[in-house]
Each structure stands twice: as structure tokens, then as C-alpha cells.
């Protein structure tokens, strides 16, 4: 991947142009919702995101990473910087094989919901200067489809018992 995007840590989240927030309620225990965001399987039910594989031996703990690719058409790679088991999980998005982003993170948090787990997913986006401005457009359309995008993980959560 010939594009680097610029190192970020968790200040982005504060002043990227375009942050979005998703939550999803798993009636499962974070254990569970953890292991599935760390599994394989963690994006297998959005067809969005058609490979991803972990560079990095299990298990995985900060510093591990793995590379995926959007649509056909885009591949990253992205570095997760933390890895709080059964709490928390960032990653920023490293390199990329077209030069659309500045920078990228994500943030995964897990909290206790009832007999379940609330995980909140927020994606912060920089787009490189080459990106038409139309591109802050998209955080209307992101929101609600990154809320359905995140429910699929109730799919591949293993229920204890």
C-alpha cells in the first residue's frame, strides 16, 4: 500500500470533520461481544467489506494488525493502538491503497446494558485535500447506516450456555 495516512491518537476523535456515532444493544455479556469484534467473522454479514485478514498472531492486544478491503475496492490496513479486553478497542487506519484519507479511526466501547452489552462505535474521517468538500456530505447518510451496519453483530455473538 503506497499511502500513509498521518499518525492520530485519541484527540481525533474530538477534531475530525467528520465523527459519527453508532450503538447497538447485544443480549450477550462483553465477553462474548468482545470476542466477536476480534474474531474473523467480526464484519461477515456486511457484504461491504469483502476480505479482511489479521496480519498479526492472536491474541490480539495493542499494536495487532489487520487489513481489509471496502467495496472491491479500497484496501487498509489499520493498527489498533488499544485493546482493552472486554472494554475497549481503537484502531487508526495506517495505510491505504488510494490516496482518499488523511486519517481514520475507530473506537469500539463496550458498557454493561441491563442483562446485555451497549457497544458504541465512532468513526472519525479526515479526507485527504484532494476529496471534494462534498465528501462531509456523507455523515448524514453514515449515521443511520453505520447503525445498521453494527446491529449485524448480534449474528455472530456466541450466547453463553
Excluded: Q
Aim: with cysteine.
Amino acid at each position: 500500500m503506497k499511502h500513509t495516512l498521518r499518525t492520530i491518537d485519541d484527540s481525533f476523535f474530538d477534531t475530525a470533520p467528520i465523527v459519527v456515532h453508532a450503538h447497538v444493544d447485544v443480549d450477550a455479556p462483553a465477553s462474548a461481544v468482545f470476542e466477536a469484534l476480534g474474531s474473523d467473522r467480526m464484519w461477515s454479514w456486511f457484504p461491504g467489506i469483502d476480505r479482511l485478514v489479521w496480519l498479526t498472531p492472536r491474541p490480539h492486544e495493542a499494536g495487532c494488525v489487520r487489513r481489509l478491503r471496502v467495496a472491491r475496492a479500497i484496501e487498509v490496513e489499520e493498527e489498533f493502538y488499544r485493546w482493552d479486553e472486554n472494554e475497549r478497542a481503537t484502531f487508526r487506519v495506517t495505510r491505504a491503497d488510494r490516496p482518499w484519507l488523511r486519517a481514520l479511526a475507530e473506537d469500539f466501547r463496550l458498557t454493561a446494558h441491563g442483562a446485555g452489552t451497549c457497544l458504541t462505535w465512532t468513526m472519525a474521517i479526515e479526507p485527504a485535500a484532494s476529496v471534494p468538500a462534498a465528501f462531509g456530505a456523507i455523515a448524514p447518510l453514515l449515521r443511520p447506516g453505520n447503525a445498521r451496519i453494527l446491529s449485524g453483530i448480534r449474528g455472530i455473538v456466541r450466547r453463553p450456555g
